[in-house]
């Protein structure tokens, strides 16, 4: 199921790069796309929401998120192209995504801090 979500040889290779900053770094991830959620369900205009999205999208895309990476790349280029009727069910789409990158990488934080 996580290979759907989450790129394997990113994390890998972040691991590998980060060693003892891989957990700073999952943590401000975390952190980072609360923040970016809250800017996308905020914004205020086609404009706005296609820079969260684009924000988003590079932030997942460096963490492996995959899946979460494409849906802020649809919504980005679904931003480019008012109206934007419906625009909330791809932002479902990508809170939902959010929600199991999240258990993974929570639990990636709790099998490295145990080991």
């Given at each position: ?57 590079g ?6 998120a ?45 099998r490295?801090?145990?080991?």
């Amino acid at each position: 199921m996580t290979d759907m979500h989450i790129d394997q040889k990113v994390l890998s290779d972040l691991r590998d790069v980060m060693e003892e900053g891989y957990l700073q770094l999952v943590q401000t991830f975390l952190e980072d796309s609360e923040r970016r959620l809250a800017q996308l369900h905020a914004a205020k205009s086609a404009e706005e929401l296609g820079i969260a999205a684009h924000s988003f999208k590079g932030s997942s895309s460096n963490m492996g998120a995959v899946a979460l990476a494409a849906l802020c790349q649809l919504l980005e280029d679904r931003a480019r192209q008012p109206p934007l009727y419906g625009i909330e069910d791809l932002v479902n789409r990508i809170d939902q995504e959010f929600l199991e990158v999240q258990r993974f990488y929570q639990d990636e934080h709790q099998r490295i801090s145990a080991g």
